[in-house]
């Protein structure tokens, strides 16, 4: 089974964050529950990966960082990637209204497979 993940049926998740330790936590609880994991550091390292990956099944991204935030660029990846499902974190209480799906911070595995919904892969 192992062997046919890696031929490319894995989904691929896309996770947005500029603090590096975040990032990798998240990285490593999608790819524990068997997705393929791209990261950027910014909104426009985001879009960069996108424009190389555009197969992307979730884009999962911090609010606030420098740059692009994330409702930017959820915006332009809504327009640009219509099928890319969006999820955005946040740590902070007061975010304004989106239009995504907004998960707070910290939040645990259980969180990432509810948010993945229907792109999760087979168990």
């Not at 327009?79 to 304004?96: D, F, H, K, M, W």
């Amino acid at each position: 089974m192992h062997e046919e993940m890696q031929a490319g049926s894995r989904k691929v998740v896309l996770v947005v964050d500029d603090e590096p330790l975040v990032r990798l936590n998240a990285v490593d609880m999608f790819e524990e529950m068997g997705f393929e994991v791209l990261e950027a550091a910014d909104g426009a390292a985001a879009l960069r990966v996108l424009e190389r990956r555009p197969e992307v099944a979730l884009l999962f991204s911090d609010c606030r960082m420098p740059g692009l935030s994330g409702p930017e660029l959820a915006r332009i990846v809504a327009e640009q990637y219509p099928q890319v499902r969006i999820v955005l974190v946040s740590g902070y209480v007061n975010v304004q209204k989106l239009d995504w799906p907004l998960l707070p911070k910290p939040y645990d595995a259980n969180s990432l497979r509810k948010v993945a919904g229907d792109i999760a892969p087979a168990a």
